[in-house]
Nanobody, 119 residues
Framework: QVQVVESGGGLLQPGGSLRLSCAAS????????MMWWRQTPGKQRELVAS???????NYSEDVKGRATISRDNAKNTIYLQMNSLKSEDTAIYYC?????????????WGQGTQVTVSS
């Protein structure tokens, strides 16, 4: 059974930094891209950053230049470092992983971790 667990977050100051972690366990096949999404009440979940197994990364325009996604393939873990936090970064941050099976793929989500940016 695949589990995706996020950690980090909490109450942070504007202008500060955050570091989130996401670990996937129970992966039996090839792990593909891993992603960070975020969602605020009343809005659709939006993609924040993604990273492939080979380390290629992409970022949303909202976080580009402030965020760095990294990956440890040996641990099936990704990290999100974000600096210069704004109140608009307040959201629940979710991790999503793609597992490629012999035919097709599966997607797994974590439960999310709350990030609140406020003074």
């Amino acid at each position: 059974q695949v589990q995706v667990v996020e950690s980090g977050g909490g109450l942070l100051q504007p202008g500060g930094s955050l570091r989130l972690s996401c670990a996937a366990s129970g992966i039996r096949f090839r792990l593909g891209s891993m992603m960070w999404w975020r969602q605020t009440p009343g809005k659709q979940r939006e993609l924040v950053a993604s990273i492939t197994s080979s380390g290629n990364s992409n970022y949303s325009e909202d976080v580009k230049g402030r965020a760095t996604i990294s990956r440890d393939n040996a641990k099936n873990t990704i990290y999100l470092q974000m600096n210069s936090l704004k109140s608009e970064d307040t959201a629940i941050y979710y991790c999503k992983v793609i597992e490629f099976r012999g035919v097709g793929m599966n997607e797994y989500w974590g439960q999310g971790t709350q990030v609140t940016v406020s003074s």
